[in-house]
T-cell receptor
Framework: EAEVAQSPRYKITEKSQAVAFWCDPI?????LYWYRQILGQGPELLVQ????????DSQLPKDRFSAERLKGVDSTLKIQPAELGDSAMYLC??????????FGPGTRLTVT | AQSVTQLGSHVSVSEGALVLLRCNYS??????LFWYVQYPNQGLQLLLK??????LVKGINGFEAEFKKSETSFHLTKPSAHMSDAAEYFC????????????FGKGNQVVVIP
């Protein structure tokens, strides 16, 4: 069964450093999502792509976060500079149909 | 804007007993409703979903949920808890008009007592 791939699974970085996460969606899924999940809370959407275009980035802190999906397949989420409050799980999901999102295993980020 | 309320962050249930997790939603348009499960340090797995049609929805691992429009609820149940049900459970809502943006509740951490 196809799965959403994410790397790295765990990342520890120091405050003010740059960090990047990678996501490879399920083949054929045109829509890709990045979520942030703070410990003890539900995921919150950061950015949504339809193919290579951003369709919703209203909750993305654009002063330090950026996301791209250049060829409409895999995607990278970057934080520069990282802050202590960015410590969280970053989840990627993809979907083909409107109401079925499939989640990857996530990247656990710790900022020290 | 859509939102979900899940009360009681931690839920303890005895093995073999009924599992009941409550979810109330707010939506100005007909909603799509979902329950996801998350095991430690893993992503979310879809348990079940309601889009249209039958209001009683059956999912994986013996879980089911009932959409009650009059109560704006979508409570999750399982007749008999198993040790493997220990996990975090999230209710989520999206609209049916193509937005597909999921709004999640804060989750319920389920502990199964032997």
């Amino acid at each position: 069964e196809a799965e959403v791939a994410q790397s790295p699974r765990y990342k520890i970085t120091e405050k003010s450093q740059a960090v990047a996460f990678w996501c490879d969606p399920i083949s054929g899924h045109a829509t890709l999502y990045w979520y942030r999940q703070i410990l003890g809370q539900g995921p919150e959407l950061l950015v949504q792509f339809q193919d290579e275009s951003v369709v919703d980035d209203s909750q993305l802190p654009k002063d330090r976060f950026s996301a791209e999906r250049l060829k409409g397949v895999d995607s990278t989420l970057k934080i520069q500079p990282a802050e202590l409050g960015d410590s969280a799980m970053y989840l990627c999901a993809s979907s083909r149909r409107q109401y079925e999102q499939y989640f990857g295993p996530g990247t656990r980020l710790t900022v020290t | 804007a859509q939102s979900v309320t899940q009360l009681g962050s931690h839920v303890s249930v005895s093995e073999g007993a009924l599992v009941l997790l409550r979810c109330n939603y707010s939506s100005s348009v007909p909603p799509y409703l979902f329950w996801y499960v998350q095991y430690p340090n893993q992503g979310l797995q879809l348990l079940l979903k309601y889009t249209t049609g039958a209001t009683l929805v059956k999912g994986i691992n013996g879980f089911e949920a009932e959409f009650k429009k009059s109560e704006t609820s979508f409570h999750l149940t399982k007749p008999s808890a198993h040790m493997s049900d220990a996990a975090e459970y999230f209710c989520a809502v999206s609209d049916s008009y193509g937005n597909n943006r999921l709004a999640f509740g804060k989750g319920n951490q389920v502990v199964v007592i032997p």
